[in-house]
């Protein structure tokens, strides 16, 4: 099963608009964080937020907020008043922190592309 | 601001041949990451490594391949005989501590082209 699940592929949005890009999650572990990064076609990644799994406030970084629903195990990017230069690849990814655990690898979905319209 | 650093951006190789793909990480850092993403697709989680060992390694991550931080700043990957399977970007990402909330910082990527 798919530990991260980013069910739209492609997103357009009318700049200045506000737009959500989904994402779903699948863990067992009581302790976990949740990531989103943005990568531009040159192609880095670039961190935009996270949201920890005992955070009762849902985290928010500028035009950038996360909608976190932990009963549905949904981690949601909120981006609002889209600009052009927001249009790129969006993923979102999972490190779990299993008990005596070493690793804290990131796991990723799939991503979406979402593009901005002037 | 820290950054981790990699080189080169961009590497040409043909099949068969060795290449050695480097990366600085950020100096208070103690955990290392390898991940790679072919073109189109997904990021994928290659190997950590921590304290001069690998804490663990994906199915990716075959003989072929291998780690280490010869130095105190550098963190290296090798692919000892490249396929052409292997053409990806691969970053290399550091983070200060453990526990679910401490963000990996990525390098900008080493783009590797297996002709």
């Known amino acids: 099963a798919q530990k991260i699940t980013q069910t739209q592929p492609g997103m357009f949005v009318q700049e200045k608009e506000a737009v959500t890009l989904d994402c779903t999650y699948d863990t067992s572990d009581q302790s976990y964080g949740l990531f989103w990064y943005k990568q531009p076609s040159s192609g880095e990644m670039i961190f935009l937020i996270y949201q920890g799994s005992y955070d009762e406030q849902n985290a928010t970084e500028g035009r950038y907020s996360l909608n976190f629903q932990k009963a549905r195990k949904s981690a949601n990017l909120v981006i609002s008043a889209s600009q052009l230069g927001d249009s790129a690849m969006y993923f979102c990814?999972?490190?779990?922190?299993?008990?005596?655990?070493?690793?804290?690898?990131?796991?990723f979905g799939k991503g979406t592309l979402l593009t901005v319209n002037p | 601001e820290p950054e981790v650093t990699q080189t080169p951006s961009h590497q040409v190789t043909q099949m068969g041949q060795e290449v050695i793909l480097r990366c600085v990480p950020i100096s208070n850092h103690l955990y290392f990451y390898w991940y790679r993403q072919i073109l189109g697709q997904k990021v994928e989680f290659l190997v950590s490594f921590y304290n001069n060992e690998i804490s663990e390694k994906s199915e990716i991550f075959d003989d072929q391949f291998s780690v280490e931080r010869p130095d105190g700043s550098n963190f290296t990957l090798k692919i000892r005989s490249t396929k052409l399977e292997d053409s990806a970007m691969y970053f290399c990402?550091?983070?200060?501590?453990?526990?679910?909330?401490?963000?990996?910082?990525f390098g900008p990527g080493t783009r590797l082209t297996v002709l």
């Open positions: 990402a550091s983070t200060q501590g453990l526990g679910a909330y401490n963000e990996q910082f």
């Open positions: 990814a999972m490190r779990e922190a299993p008990w005596g655990g070493s690793n804290y690898k990131l796991t």
